[in-house]
């Protein structure tokens, strides 16, 4: 069965950083897109940024200049560095293979002074 484990979260104030990662395993699959996503209390999950294994990347307007996705297609990890954190980016983040295949657990972001 795929797994999909991110860590990273936890709560930062605003205008700092986080890392967060995404390791996925148990893979039989060719994967064409990593991304990570992202639900605020009472929002509909959004697209933070995606990959593609042609290195295409785009973000969310949101976010751009302020967070990087990068990645190794053959290791399978994914990685979201984000920069200066503001409180509107509080959410649960997701990775996500293959534009919503498969799914992590979710890891925690608050900003919060």
């Known amino acids: 069965q795929v797994q999909l484990v991110e860590s990273g979260g936890g709560t930062v104030q605003p205008g700092g950083s986080l890392r967060l990662s995404c390791a996925a395993s148990?893979?039989?699959?060719?994967?064409?897109?990593m991304a990570w996503y992202r639900q605020a209390p009472g929002k509909q999950r959004e697209l933070v940024a995606r990959?593609?294994?042609?290195?295409?990347?785009n973000y969310a307007d949101s976010v751009k200049d302020r967070f990087t996705i990068s990645g190794n297609f053959a290791q399978r990890t994914v990685y979201l560095q984000m920069n200066s954190l503001k409180p509107e980016d509080t959410a649960v983040y997701y990775c996500s293979l293959n534009d919503g295949t498969y799914w992590g657990q979710g890891t925690q972001v608050t900003v919060s002074s």
């Open positions: 148990r893979i039989t699959f060719s994967v064409y897109a």
């Open positions: 990959k593609t294994s042609l290195g295409i990347t």
